[in-house]
DNA sequence: ACCTATATATAGACTTGCTATATATAGGGT
DNA sequence: ACCCTATATATAGCAAGTCTATATATAGGT
């Protein structure tokens, strides 16, 4: 029975841009900062590819919701990352966006979790 | 400034599967039902066309994760579907998960929220 | 001199979801 | 009898997001 099940690792699909936007609230940073911030804010949930990453840093510029700069001269080239205003109110409004979807699918599960509580009753790690 | 901006509508890419999943807990539901109840369950904020659902039900009845049986004959020709064992195990396994991605996307997100409180402070509709 | 970590980038494939379109029947109103 | 709407399922074609694989280049340590 090797089920060969599609795609266990997907909840984050479509989210990937809010991350790197929220991790770029605070500080200015570059694409494999960026990377590795992700990885730690998640305690190794979200471990984002360079592959996926650069691409939608390149979007999210497009997009203008993001501006970058190459490092001025110093050895290793790096192209910093910041919001701009636009960013800014993107991130606010897709973040209520998702926090709706989310309560809404919670509730929505709430008698799975009923259900089978799971190995676990309190691995709230993350 | 029409700002012309991806996917305002996608919080729910990747987790369509598991709503429809998880309509299917309690009753043996057919497709235009299970598009009717999502909308119910989410109060309208999931809005799914029929041309989105069908396939998945497709899919998930390809992964043998639901099972399907034609209405014996009662005029109306309805397709019914239910869980199947690995279904059920396959629901509980991925509301998990998401659980836990969507634990720790709130966290990540929580400065964001801190920062803007919104409209209002509390439109916990869904 | 070599290896590893750092740093960015793109091509190609695959999955998911959307829009548009097609088909067919039940039931109500005129 | 006829039309219209709601019910009911299905597929084709497109767009977007993510993954894997690959390429390039440099800094620093051994």
Redesign the interface.
Known sequence: MT?K????T??????LD??VL??L??ERLYGYLIQRRLTE???G??NVQAGTLYPILH?LEA?KLIRSRWDAGTGRRRKWYELTASGRK???Q????????????????A???K??P?TMPDA???
Chains 1, 2 share one sequence.
């Open positions: 089920d099940v599609r795609n266990e997907d909840p984050l699909r479509g989210n809010l991350m929220s991790v609230t605070e804010a998640s305690s949930l979200v979007r997009d993107q991130l606010s897709r973040a209520h966006q998702w926090q709706q979807y989310a309560d809404c699918l919670r509730e929505m599960l008698p799975v979790f259900a089978a799971k709230t790690d993350c």
